[in-house]
């Protein structure tokens, strides 16, 4: 499988959760093992907000990769605190500003449908049902409720999965 060295994270940006984990998830997916990579994966689904949102986080991740992490931050914080909307190219536009993205439109008119695509078939090829959910290897899908919502324990347990499909 292709996923068999990646740690897949599947993010909404109207879930709390996602919000509350997101810097730890970035911090952790800059701390992979050798020939292993993380991917995050924002939820898209066949309507008008998810699509946006996908396309702004596709958007950002080709624009400046590097920054991913204040994208996130700033997402979660316009959409979850200011209640902007995900369906206004507006909001995408203020939320690459404050996390300085350089390129953000011009990138975003590069965006095509394949990588939302992709996005969905990983979502409904991994049975997301909740986020965040990290898929490690293509084997193991571990989400919050694994652990019954203990952060910690959560990121251990993504840390001995990872150390798993390593043996």
Known sequence: MSDRRKALIFISFTCPVCASYSSQLVTCSKTMPPGWEAEFIPVVQPD???????????????????RLGDFLS??????????????????????AERARI???????????AEPLQRAYGKLDLYRIDATPSVAIAGQYVITPDSVNGDNN??????????SRALG
């Open 74 to 95: 700033n997402a979660f914080s316009a959409i979850q605190d200011r209640n902007m909307r995900m369906a206004d190219g507006k909001t995408w536009a203020y939320i």
């Open 153 to 162: 324990l959560f990121f251990q347990l993504a840390n001995g999965l990872i």
């Open 48 to 66: 008008k907000e998810s699509v946006m949102a996908g396309s702004a986080f596709y958007a950002a991740l080709r624009a400046d990769p590097a």
């Open 102 to 112: 350089r390129g953000f439109g011009q990138a975003a008119a590069q965006i095509t």
